[in-house]
């Protein structure tokens, strides 16, 4: 279960570190009453919920492409950046947090709501 930080007032949930995430390999993080992934691209880092919202598939065994995440299952795509389908029979966003480098941590505020 990943540990929770304080970090300017904030309660954060420490997912990994820097160095686990290369471009290409999404890491899977099994967190309280959700799962998420965590990709890296041209020196950022993205995070989303790992289950695709079209089905089982998780998306941090998918396959990456740019900033693009193909689902293993039925091959449905999403823009890892923004959380939003790109390929069918994905239709519904994903969610995504915005991840904060604590100390070559990524952490996330695990009750930010973005996208779906
Ligand atoms: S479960 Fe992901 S495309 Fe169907």
Not at 71 to 87: A, E, M, R, V, Y
Not at 105 to 112: G, S
Request: with cysteine.
């Amino acid at each position: 279960m990943p540990e929770s930080i304080t970090h300017d007032g904030r309660t954060l949930l420490v997912l990994c570190a820097v160095g686990d995430v290369d471009d290409d390999t999404p890491v899977q993080v099994n967190g309280p009453g959700i799962d998420y992934a965590v990709f890296s691209h041209e020196g950022s880092f993205y995070v989303t919920a790992d289950l695709c919202t079209h089905g089982p598939g998780s998306l941090a065994e998918g396959y990456v492409e740019g900033c693009e995440v193909e689902c293993p299952f039925h091959q449905g795509k999403f823009d890892f950046i923004t959380g939003l389908p790109t390929s069918a029979p994905c239709d519904t966003p994903l969610r995504i947090w915005t991840p904060i480098v604590v100390d070559g941590q990524v952490c996330i505020d695990p009750d930010e709501k973005r996208g779906g």
